[in-house]
């Protein structure tokens, strides 16, 4: 061979080093499913308000305004909002005084609420790639109930449910016996990524050992599971397949 023929080889092999890097996979590689969970909460995470709310609030607006000067019905209703209690118990205490359709009212509000398009994608995705996905609110079960009514598809991609407990001894977020129930139902073994809205519940999930990520948007969730290498980069991603949901 002589050195024309070696430098054109040489050459040839460089361009086609050169014309495939793009199609190599990331240095990075993807978390194997068999060793990470996901815990996501329901409110503003998965679910947030809609627009049929303040068409129902229009709807039910005499029974609303007959509530208000119940003062009764209103300091004990307080009461509960102010001691964080959970949705269903408003509902009966709007069916024990006899106010029904304050108590259909809040069902309604409930069943009316939106998934929020950018995290089921992500949720879609997770799911796909065989990673467990477990729920962690503080909604109690009567309300998680109506939530999986309105949004059935949505919630049967989920593997299990940590509840919040409202009976004494009261457990909830950001308590840690929460957090260690959480871990005792996903397997201790698991590295748990814990995805809440508020600051302080992943304050909590961080001093009892889970990977806390404060969700604020669609968008920097996505980029925060890439940081942690449970979602393929953008360049390598192939697009997920979509589920009806």
């Known amino acids: 061979m002589n050195t024309q023929h070696a430098r054109q080889l040489i050459l040839t092999g460089l361009l086609f080093v050169c014309a495939t890097a793009n199609d190599k996979p ?57 001691s964080e209690q959970p949705v ?27 998934k929020i398009p950018g995290t089921i994608a992500i949720v879609q995705e997770l799911y796909q790639a065989g990673y467990p996905l477990y729920i962690a609110t503080n909604q109690s079960a009567p309300v998680f109930t109506l939530n999986r009514h309105a949004h059935p598809n949505l919630f ?56 806390g990520i404060h969700f604020t948007n669609a968008y920097t969730l996505r980029k925060a599971l890439r940081q942690h290498e449970v979602l393929p980069s953008t360049r390598t991603a192939e697009k997920p397949m979509a589920i009806a949901l």
């Open 26 to 82: 990331s240095q990075k590689t993807v978390a194997p499913a068999e060793r990470t969970a996901f815990a996501f909460d329901i409110d503003r995470v998965l679910i947030g308000p809609s627009f049929k709310q303040w068409q129902l609030a229009w709807q039910y607006k005499l029974p609303l305004a007959s509530a208000l000067i119940d003062i009764s019905l209103m300091s004990t209703a307080l009461r509960y909002w102010w």
């Open 88 to 114: 269903d118990t408003f509902i009966t205490l709007f069916e024990q005084n006899n106010r029904p359709q304050l108590a259909e009212f809040v069902k309604k509000i409930i069943l009316s609420r939106e």
């Open 156 to 211: 049967a991609l989920f593997t299990g449910i940590q509840y919040a407990q409202y009976t004494e001894p009261i457990i909830k977020k950001p308590q840690e016996n929460y957090y260690h129930q959480l871990r005792s139902r996903i397997g201790k073994d698991k590295k748990i990524i814990f995805i809440d809205d508020k600051e302080e519940n992943i304050r909590g999930a961080q001093k009892c050992g889970l990977i």
